[in-house]
């Protein structure tokens, strides 16, 4: 392999490490000498690869927050023409890449809370990313009243975000479909009242 391939392979490695160490233990609970061990490479590759804990969480968010976000594009194109199709389709698509797999709910829901300022911007980024393809996905859909579009979306960004929490660490944890039926009702309510 060439310099650059094993830098690829380094930095792929760690980011798999990352993405279970950092769902459980956790952020605060996960060294650098645990990630290399569990990526099999020295700590100064680790220093090749990435300039610290913080900088590898930050990769590691950012590519499940692409990957979360493509899904749900996907979803919403394909979904039928209508408000109602548009809400079900992309609630839907989020919930269940969210839950499709335990390590990716955990960091993007609880950890990027937990590593406190570590995520701030990564997770502004995120969330303005996600209320922009709440708002173009709805935008040619009347709604009743005086409604902010963004308002909206960032309020049923945070109810899906708690109810995914519950999900996580709620005992027994809630059925996707109910997560699905109660985060599509209220942005149901919220853009059209009913």
């Not at 060439?2 to 950092?22: F, G, K, W």
Request: charged share 25%; aromatic share 8%; proline share 3%.
């Amino acid at each position: 392999m060439s310099a650059e391939q094993r830098l690829a392979d380094r930095r792929e490695r760690l980011m798999t490490a990352a993405y279970t160490l950092y769902a459980k233990p956790g952020f605060a609970a996960t060294t650098i000498e645990r990630l290399c061990s569990e990526a099999r490479i020295s700590n100064r590759a680790f220093y090749e690869c990435f300039g610290g804990r913080e900088e590898l969480l930050q990769a590691l968010h950012d590519r499940c927050v692409e990957e979360s976000l493509a899904h749900v594009a996907k979803a919403l194109q394909e979904a039928p023409h209508s408000l109602e199709g548009k809400v079900e389709a992309g609630i839907r698509s989020y919930i269940e890449f969210a839950t499709a797999d335990w390590r990716r709910a955990r960091i993007m829901h609880l950890e990027v809370r937990r590593s406190g300022d570590v995520l701030t911007a990564s997770r502004q980024r995120a969330v303005d990313a996600f209320a922009r393809l709440i708002e173009e996905a709805s935008a040619e859909f009347p709604v009743s009243g005086p409604v902010n579009r963004r308002l909206v979306a960032l309020g049923a960004i945070g109810a899906l975000q708690e109810l995914l929490i519950e999900w996580i660490l709620g005992s027994p944890s809630p059925d996707v479909d109910e997560l699905v039926d109660v985060a599509a009702h209220i942005f149901r309510r919220a853009l059209t009242g009913w």
